[in-house]
């Protein structure tokens, strides 16, 4: 059976319009790359109907070849790039558009930036009506590989070729790629990929957390802290620097996990507390703040939503910042109405996935109870989709 040819579809029709009854799963399709959507796939239309490509960059044309066609939408794999984007680089690594834990490899680096402002700019605008003035520049990495302290690497059983796959998830499936290195993790997690190679796990379906301790902290195994170290004092700093503008006197790190925030910021306060649910984590939090001599607060353990209220009389609301670092499925509805109904004279909102962080921010802001103040993105993940967020409110 001869292969299709590809059907050049880049002109745009009126929105009512029918989409083409023509497009099928396995059809070529010569595209233009009009945006890049978050979480890294491009964006083109065959006529009104859009489809979502991988691996490509900006105002590159490509031919595609379909492998999902939904009512309003597609997706397609990158056959060929016709004509490059001038921001188009070759990746270093051999298993990136297999593997899944890179999307931007293939971009050169001052422009995954401005993509990712961009996007951010895009979502808060469209979630929450906020301006795009609020929005800083992205900070940039000043290590934009091997700079992962921490991986996750999986084992899965390959029934077709009876070996044992251990890497990283695939882009487009759940099938396991194996790797022998990692170029965005530090070289010390690469050579424990070599050992968990030569020493991999009897069976599949298992996951081997790779890390690099963090020097001074304490951090349980299964405890959270920041996957880079090189751009960390730059969050640090970028917190600070919101927290003292504010002038609050006192503290509240919300899902404080080991005491990151609580430690490196109880020199600017008067009083301070940690929460956190994560027994291990508070452990830890407390010999942290012991080493490094921070005596004018605690760590308490239990749910945030629960103990926020008694914290917040306990500190007077309008003189205290609460910190919110939470999972990245953002803060749970509770803990949003008790801000509301409590109002801290400052919130500052850290978090690793702007689209949670859009809707908990226009939330928050809803009916004029806080006022988004600024957003400083700093790109802790290079090569990656993600970008970590500082946002400032204050009570209005």
Request: proline share 7%.
């Amino acid at each position: 059976m001869s292969e299709t040819k590809p059907v050049c579809m880049t002109s745009p029709l009126a929105e009512s319009e029918p989409i083409p009854n023509a497009l099928a799963v396995g059809q070529k399709l010569i595209l233009t790359v009009s945006d890049i959507a978050f979480g890294g796939e491009g964006v083109a239309r065959a006529e009104n109907f859009v489809v979502f490509i991988p691996f490509v960059a900006l105002g590159e044309v490509v031919e595609v070849k379909l492998t999902e066609v939904k009512k309003n939408f597609g997706r397609a794999q990158l056959v060929r790039v016709i004509t490059p984007s001038p921001n188009r680089v070759t990746p270093p690594c051999t298993y990136f558009g297999q593997c899944g834990g890179c999307q931007y490899q293939h971009i050169a680096y001052d422009a995954q930036l401005h993509i990712k402002h961009k996007q951010i700019t895009d979502l808060f605008d469209r979630v929450g009506g906020f301006p795009a003035a609020l929005i800083d520049p992205v900070i940039p990495c000043p290590q934009p590989f091997g700079y992962r302290n921490r991986i996750m690497i999986r084992s899965q059983w390959n029934k077709t070729l009876q070996k044992l796959e251990v890497g990283y998830l695939r882009h487009d499936n759940n099938f396991v790629v194996s790797i022998d290195e990692c170029k965005i993790a530090e070289p010390a997690l690469n050579e424990q990929i070599k050992l968990v190679r030569a020493n991999p796990p009897h069976k599949g379906g298992l996951k081997v957390a790779l890390r690099i301790a963090a020097e001074g902290w304490q951090v349980p195994r299964d405890s959270f802290f920041q996957n880079n170290f090189f751009l960390l004092p730059k969050l640090v700093a970028t917190v600070r620097a919101r927290l003292l503008d504010s002038g609050a006197k006192h503290l509240v790190d919300a899902y404080c996990g080991v005491g990151f925030f609580s430690v490196e910021l109880a020199d600017l306060v008067e009083s301070y507390a940690g929460v956190e649910i994560d027994m291990q984590a508070i452990k830890a939090a407390r010999n942290n703040a012991a080493g490094r001599n921070r005596t004018n607060g605690d760590f308490i353990i239990g749910p945030t939503e629960e103990l926020l209220p008694t914290l917040l009389n306990r500190f007077s609301a309008e003189k205290t910042c609460v910190i919110l670092d939470p999972p990245r499925t953002g803060c749970a509805p509770k803990g949003i109405q008790q801000l509301r109904e409590l109002r801290p004279a400052q919130l500052i909102y850290v978090s690793c996935h702007p689209a949670t962080l859009a809707r908990d921010l226009q939330l928050l802001c809803a009916d004029g109870v806080y006022k988004l103040e600024k957003v400083v993105p700093l790109d802790m993940f290079p090569q990656t989709q993600h970008v970590e967020c500082v946002a400032d409110l204050r009570r209005m």
